[in-house]
């Protein structure tokens, strides 16, 4: 570990520099994906753009219906839930649903699945909608949750740049950044919270128990109290995940070392914190019967498949299609209708195998248990989730579900190798770095063009079509969008690695 010592100014300065950089070109990046997808065509965004338009005119429950939850919102609003023509059907174009109703200020009611859904993420994203009466409060809520999840991912990425041992774990931040995360950051839907914050609380604690140097170790704490809080107020599940991965680093600790960190005043001031706002989210719970164990109760109409088997079949089912729901977490787009490239899913898995052959080879003792208690976290808890839940509301998980997961433990296991490795960041050659980088903004590149495909031209289109005679276009035009994207991509691996000699983020 290294020892503490003082901290000048321009050290903070330049950490605080990176991290603006970072939030600024990833909000762009999200941005560019809210314009680009058209509205209602992320996974359940309709009841999340209800939802969200409801908590903000102080309707937090709502009264149920046949459907869901009734609440009243505005026009353009409520009729998002009948613009989901595209859903499953990958060669209908975004030309297709009902005109957009005229802008008359009144409120109407409109059905959300999402009614008893925590509201503090729908009150930070939902309040676009009070200001515009048209389309621009759907894109404005849209971009408001894309730039509060890019910040705490740039926070974790400003941790990571801050290791003195930092080149593996900024590839592996690029690594969690996967095609669907990053689609995820575009469209309302609290995932997107739940994954970006999880991710920098776990990085906080995980960079505090390697690196306690006392100037670092109050801001990092401080991050923790606010993403970990924030990720256990987004969706039922969240306390849990937030549980399991703020546990897992103190492993790495002895003994003795666990309880003077632990008595640490700042430590337990940012563990306190987490821990009420995660009894209150678990109050709201069962309050409000969010987690009730009844797919078609808690989504309206919807049916899954393998209601009432047993708790023993839904975990087989659920390990056994591991590399489905890894598939799912690198990216399918839409309602489960836009596969990705297939160099797109080959590239991840060379990256994200890669990593753990290293690991398997690398990691011995208190870290190897780290880097097997995370991987089985992975594994074995949405299994468990699953199995509980398979009985009475039938087989539910979606890749994205596992994400937050995924990227904490992408970004963990790579710093046990790194803290292993005495020189690390040597092994890491410049060459490899671009070689990476190159390749992640290629992946995510092609998985926007794949996007847009599939809803200016239909998924068997041409590509060519999608710039010369589109059936859809997105606001600005797909060859902006996607080039806006592209360069903005290559910037964030610009700042993530080829600083100014001198520039340094570890003091």
């Not at 321009?10 to 520099?17: L, N, T």
């Not at 930092?166 to 931040?173: D, E, K, N």
């Not at 809803?455 to 859809?472: D, K, L, M, Q, R």
């Not at 997105?474 to 993530?496: D, E, Q």
Request: charged share 10%; with cysteine.
């Amino acid at each position: 570990m290294t020892g503490p010592h003082p901290a000048p100014s321009r050290h903070a300065d330049g950490r605080w520099r990176f991290f603006a950089a970072q939030w600024v070109l990833l909000s762009l990046v999200a941005a560019l994906w809210s314009l680009g997808m058209p509205l209602t065509t992320g996974p359940d965004e309709p009841s999340h753009f209800v939802k969200a338009a409801a908590v903000v005119r102080g309707d937090l429950l709502g009264t149920e219906g046949p459907e869901g939850t009734i609440v009243r919102v505005p026009a353009y609003v409520a009729y998002t839930n009948a613009q989901t023509c595209t859903a499953y059907n990958p060669n209908q174009t975004a030309n297709c649903g009902p005109a957009t109703p005229e802008p008359t200020g009144a409120l109407m009611e409109a059905t959300t699945t999402a009614g008893k859904y925590n509201p503090v993420y729908y009150v930070l994203v939902g309040w676009p909608s009070l200001l515009f009466a048209d389309q621009a409060g759907l894109y404005g809520m849209r971009i408001m949750s894309g730039i509060l999840a890019s910040a705490f991912f740039a926070l974790g990425l400003m941790m990571l740049g801050g290791l003195s041992r930092r080149t593996i774990p900024l590839v592996a931040g690029l690594i969690a950044l996967t095609p669907m995360v990053i689609y995820v950051n575009g469209i309302v839907n609290p995932s997107s919270l739940e994954i970006a914050a999880t991710f920098a609380a776990f990085i906080a604690l995980l960079c505090a128990v390697i690196d306690p140097r006392p100037h670092l170790l109050r801001e990092r704490m401080i991050i923790l109290a606010v993403a970990g809080s924030l990720a256990c107020s987004t969706r039922s599940i969240s306390p849990l995940w937030v549980a399991i991965l703020l546990l897992i680093p103190l492993l790495l600790l002895s003994g003795q070392a666990l309880v003077a960190f632990l008595r640490t005043r700042v430590v337990l001031v940012s563990i306190a914190v987490v821990a009420l706002v995660a009894a209150s989210a678990i109050g709201w719970i069962v309050l409000s019967s969010s987690l009730a164990l009844n797919a078609p109760a808690a989504s309206g109409s919807t049916t899954y498949d393998d209601v009432g088997a047993s708790p023993a079949f839904g975990f087989v089912k659920m390990v056994l299609l591991t590399f489905n729901i890894g598939q799912e977490m690198i990216g399918i787009l839409g309602w489960f209708d836009t596969q990705l490239p297939a160099a797109v899913y080959f590239v991840w898995s060379a990256l994200v195998g890669s990593l753990a052959l290293a690991a398997a080879v690398v990691l011995r003792g208190r870290r190897a248990a780290v880097a097997l208690a995370l991987l089985t976290s992975l594994i074995i808890g949405p299994a468990v989730i699953q199995a509980a839940y398979i009985s009475t509301g039938g087989f539910i998980w979606q890749g994205r579900y596992s994400l937050p997961l995924f990227a904490s433990a992408i970004v963990g296991v790579a710093v046990l190798i790194s803290e292993s490795l005495p020189n690390a960041d040597a092994r890491m050659s410049r060459r490899l770095v671009v070689i990476i980088s190159a390749a992640w903004v290629s992946c995510q590149a092609l998985a926007l063009l794949q996007a847009l495909r599939r809803y200016t031209v239909g998924a068997s289109g041409s590509y060519g079509a999608i710039f010369t005679g589109p059936e859809w276009a997105p606001p600005l035009g797909a060859g902006v969008l996607l080039a806006t994207a592209t360069l903005a991509l290559a910037l964030v691996t610009v700042v993530l690695f080829f600083r100014p000699r001198g520039y340094s983020l570890t003091r």
